[in-house]
């Protein structure tokens, strides 16, 4: 059997958003309408975050800038 982990997420309003982060793990984070839809948007990402390979290099991504 898998050995479960905890995160934390950090949550909170922002106007008319839920906007919230996993702590443990740079790079998820997620912005929902409701508490819920957020709650399960940072699960899924998380998961999705846990699953990428750490041995790939940088150069398999590409990279943008965006400026605000």
């Not at 982990?5 to 106007?15: M, P, Q, S």
Request: proline residues 4%; charged residues 30%; hydrophobic residues 35%.
């Amino acid at each position: 059997m898998k050995k479960k982990t905890t995160y934390t997420a950090t949550i909170g309003r922002d106007g008319q958003w839920w906007i919230g982060w996993i702590e443990e793990v740079p790079g998820v984070n997620c912005q929902e309408a409701s508490r819920e839809a957020l709650l399960d948007s940072l699960t899924i990402s998380l998961r999705e975050m846990l699953e990428i390979d750490p041995a790939k290099s940088p150069e398999d991504f590409e990279r943008e800038l965006i400026t605000i």
